[in-house]
């Protein structure tokens, strides 16, 4: 399950640095100041990068998860601003244009933004933190004696 989170978030940070676009589409957007936009657009390719790396190492999964659920709910949170505002512009997630249906592209991200955040529900509560050699010798001692008396 681990894999489809981690494919978008390559995905997006990968083609915000070749495609580029995404600071012109911040500005546009009018959520930051001029100064921070740099930091905001360097910081978001970041995280995506971040998430992927997570979400790939099984000891590193769950804080992969919670990382991506964040980042979804951020974009939601994003995409329904814009719909409720009713400032759509035309979609740059994944560094293109997605759509000149502007509505159209925010309902669809919204939607797979709501996925992945249910995904990174999901795959959190499932990835467990790994046992120390310690929990495990403890747990084995504790079945010794309990088998034995």
Do not use: N, Y
Not at 128 to 140: D, K, L
């Amino acid at each position: 399950m681990w894999a489809v989170p981690t494919a978008i978030m390559v995905l997006a940070a990968g083609a915000k640095v070749l495609r580029g676009g995404f600071e012109p589409w911040l500005a546009s957007t009018g959520m930051f100041p001029a100064w921070a936009i740099p930091a905001v657009a360097r910081a978001m390719i970041g995280l995506e990068v971040l998430t992927a790396i997570l979400l790939v190492w099984p000891r590193l999964r769950r804080s992969g998860w919670i990382v991506a659920g964040g980042l979804a709910a951020a974009f939601t949170t994003i995409h329904v601003a814009g719909i409720l505002l009713g400032d759509v512009k035309p979609c740059r997630c994944f560094g293109v244009l997605l759509s000149h249906d502007a509505l159209g592209s925010h309902l669809g991200m919204t939607a797979l933004c709501v996925t992945l955040a249910a995904m990174a529900f999901v795959g959190a509560r499932r990835a467990r933190a790994p046992r120390t050699v310690f929990q495990g010798e403890a747990e084995c001692a504790s079945r010794t004696s309990v088998a034995s008396g």
